[in-house]
């Protein structure tokens, strides 16, 4: 157990509450800050492989995911007019991890809230932080918040995703880069659907996931160089008219005209840490969500964090140690789901038939490192 290190946790998404759990667990004193007024879980569902449901389950949500994710014990790939390319047996990917889990985003919080040793400190952000080597603490950081209060801390964790202000302190060369691709997501209602299923178009892609209670998580993006939603003529289901028609039927539900859209971008960062200032999750290394693994990145983040500080040692240090650890792992998470986004602009016929023969072997090399513990 470490000395009792006085931390502030800025950012209460996944990230930052499973840092929060984790490096409380480890005898730490942890505040937490959250910019939005209250809690809230946007998005749709999350698809959770074997090492994500590992490492949440490590954290202590194991009873939580099997209460209110489902398991998805395969994944089926689809050409658009929906003829089967390839399907991935996802249980036996992951035997001796984990089994694969989809859930909702608000049940996933709520979990995380649910083990939450400290409440979080809602409609506050940091205003200023100064490392504190000016004479008046011996170490440390000195932050102001938003309502007029003020902390000193051993560490500052960034928890804060992709558009991170405190990336700014301590990578200011760090940006979000957009990948050419916007998408879409929303919940609805179609029980029939009980595995990962994609229907892979020319320059489109459309995903559905069972999330429980009957529902899927829909997931549709489109190749674009433009940050701009290009539906706002054609509509979601204008872009996919000549799509399955379970395609069509799941567009044509009233949830995806609420769908949440963005572009699709990530985060390339190799200095995560910079004197107590430490970064995780996508603030420090969002991606595309083409691997699914930005949730199990974000928690690995935590237990390594708190495992490593927990060890005690000069601060500094060791959290450029966790970036040693972590890094290695999330690019290469980066460059398999650059690898999988090229084959987007193969013609639709080659890819085809890159699926149906290499599938099983494209899952396997990218997801084999990631059975090892992190
Ligand atoms: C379309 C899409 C689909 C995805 N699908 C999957 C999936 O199926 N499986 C999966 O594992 N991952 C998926 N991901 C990735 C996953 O959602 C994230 O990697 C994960 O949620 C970790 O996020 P985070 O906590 O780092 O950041 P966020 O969820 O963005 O949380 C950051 C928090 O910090 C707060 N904040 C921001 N700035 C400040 C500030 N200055 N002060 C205080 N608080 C602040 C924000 O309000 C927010 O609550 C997907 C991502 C996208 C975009």
Same mark, same amino acid.
């Given at each position: 157990m470490s000395s009792r290190l006085e931390v502030l946790v800025v950012g209460a998404g996944i990230a930052g509450l499973a840092t929060a759990i984790a490096l409380?667990?480890?005898g730490m004193s942890v505040d937490v800050i959250e910019r939005s007024p209250k809690s809230r879980a946007g998005g749709a569902g999350l698809f959770l492989p074997g090492n994500s449901v590992r490492a949440l389950t490590a954290l202590g949500l194991g009873k939580h995911l099997g209460e209110l994710g489902v398991p998805v014990p395969g994944?089926?790939?689809?050409?658009?007019?929906?003829?089967?390319?390839?399907?991935?047996?996802?249980?036996?990917?992951?035997k001796g991890t984990a089994d694969c889990v989809g859930i909702t985003r608000s049940d996933l919080h709520a979990a995380l809230q649910d083990i939450m040793p400290v409440p979080v400190g809602h409609g506050v952000t940091v205003v200023s932080l100064r490392h504190a080597d000016d004479g008046m603490y011996d170490h440390g950081v000195h932050v102001e918040f938003s309502?007029?209060?003020? $902390?000193?801390?051993?560490? !500052?964790?960034? /928890?804060?995703?992709?558009? #991170?202000?405190?990336?700014?302190?301590?990578?200011?060369? =760090?940006?979000?880069?957009?990948?050419?691709?916007?998408?879409?997501?929303f919940l609805t209602d179609a029980p029939d659907i009980d595995?990962?299923?994609?229907?892979?178009?020319?320059?489109?892609a459309f995903l559905?996931?069972?999330?429980?209670?009957?529902?899927?998580?829909?997931?549709?993006?489109?190749?674009?160089?433009?940050?701009?939603?290009p539906t706002t003529t054609t509509g979601l289901l204008g872009l996919f008219s000549d799509y399955d028609q379970r395609v069509r039927d799941l567009l044509g539900t009233p949830a995806?005209?609420?769908a949440y859209s963005s572009p699709v971008e990530e985060v390339s960062s190799r200095a995560w840490a910079r $004197?107590?200032?430490?970064? !995780?999750?996508? /603030?420090?290394?969002?991606? #595309?969500?083409?691997?699914?693994?930005?949730?199990?990145? =974000?928690?690995?983040?935590?237990l390594v964090l708190a495992e490593v500080l927990g060890a005690g040692g000069d601060t500094e240090r060791l959290l450029q140690q966790y970036v040693q650890r972590r890094l290695p792992r999330t690019r290469w998470v980066q460059r398999q789901t650059h690898r999988r986004d090229r084959t987007r602009s193969m013609p639709s016929a080659a890819r085809n038939i890159a699926f149906r023969y290499g599938a099983k072997?494209?899952?396997?090399?990218?997801?084999?490192?990631l059975r090892v513990l992190p």
């Open positions: 409380h667990r480890e994944q089926r790939l689809l050409d658009h007019r929906g003829r089967v390319l390839a399907d991935i047996d996802m249980a036996e990917l992951w309502d007029g209060g003020s $902390g000193h801390y051993d560490v !500052v964790v960034g /928890a804060d995703g992709i558009r #991170s202000n405190l990336r700014e302190s301590v990578d200011p060369a =760090a940006g979000t880069r957009r990948l050419g691709q916007f998408c879409w997501r595995r990962w299923t994609v229907w892979l178009g020319p320059g489109t559905a996931y069972p999330v429980g209670g009957g529902r899927v998580c829909c997931y549709a993006d489109v190749a674009t160089a433009s940050p701009e939603d995806a005209l609420d $004197g107590r200032l430490v970064l !995780v999750g996508d /603030a420090a290394h969002a991606s #595309s969500p083409n691997m699914a693994q930005g949730v199990a990145m =974000a928690v690995e983040d935590a072997a494209l899952y396997e090399r990218g997801y084999a490192p």
